[in-house]
T-cell receptor, first 113, second 114 residues
């Protein structure tokens, strides 16, 4: 089974901190994605990557950046955390081509105080 | 850009009832996928539909892809408390960069009265 592991289940950070959310997958998938999930808004794509060092903005990239130095790892960076970034963050991966299912990690619930 | 709309957004049913939820796209989809997220969990892939008019069944769940490949439905027969969760549909979209990614609907949250 494909496993997508997110490093933290719960995280509390202060406003203005730089925050790193880590995601690792173990099935050699080319594509990796970061979503945030908020009540009533569904899953919104922040960034995705289709190869090492390649990235593409999703629908809500403002305030975020990403890093993919190795194929198995995709990091989401909040440059200066703000309270409106309090959310559930979900990482997903899929093989290329992407017309196949996504596998999601368990999520990181981030609270910015 | 392409949007995927799910209706209704919330559904409350009595255990044992049947119900249907719908997913509509503004553009033709190459395929559609359905995911289920249990309370406190993460989305888990259920099924993918590719062909026009395709119907697939998983026990009490029936998935259908419209003839025009712009809409899909999920029908649950004899709902059980184990069906509780949020159901997402997702359609493929080609980005400006030429890559493909899924566009998710906002989800349909199902609650069941035992």
């Amino acid at each position: 089974d494909v496993k997508v592991t997110q490093s933290s289940r719960y995280l509390v950070k202060r406003t203005g901190e730089k925050v790193f959310l880590e995601c690792v997958q173990d099935m050699d998938h080319e594509n990796m994605f970061w979503y945030r999930q908020d009540p009533g808004l569904g899953l919104r794509l922040i960034y995705f990557s289709y190869d090492v060092k390649m990235k593409e903005k999703g629908d809500i990239p403002e305030g975020y950046s990403v890093s993919r130095e190795k194929k198995e790892r995709f990091s989401l960076i909040l440059e200066s955390a703000s309270t409106n970034q309090t959310s559930m963050y979900l990482c997903a991966s899929s093989p290329y081509p992407s017309r196949v299912s996504y596998t999601f990690g368990s999520g990181t619930r981030l609270t910015v105080v | 850009g392409q949007q995927v709309m799910q209706i209704p957004q919330y559904q409350h049913v009595q255990e044992g009832e049947d119900f249907t939820t719908y997913c509509n796209s503004s553009t033709t989809l190459s395929n559609i996928q359905w995911y289920k997220q249990r309370p406190g969990g993460h989305p888990v892939f259920l099924i993918q539909l590719v062909k026009s008019g395709e119907v697939k069944k998983q026990k009490r769940l029936t998935f259908q892809f419209g003839e025009a490949k712009k809409n899909s439905s999920l029908h649950i027969t004899a709902t059980q408390t184990t069906d509780v969760g949020t159901y997402f549909c997702a359609g493929q979209r080609v980005t400006q960069g030429g890559s493909e990614k899924l566009v998710f609907g906002k989800g349909m949250k199902l609650t069941v009265n035992p």
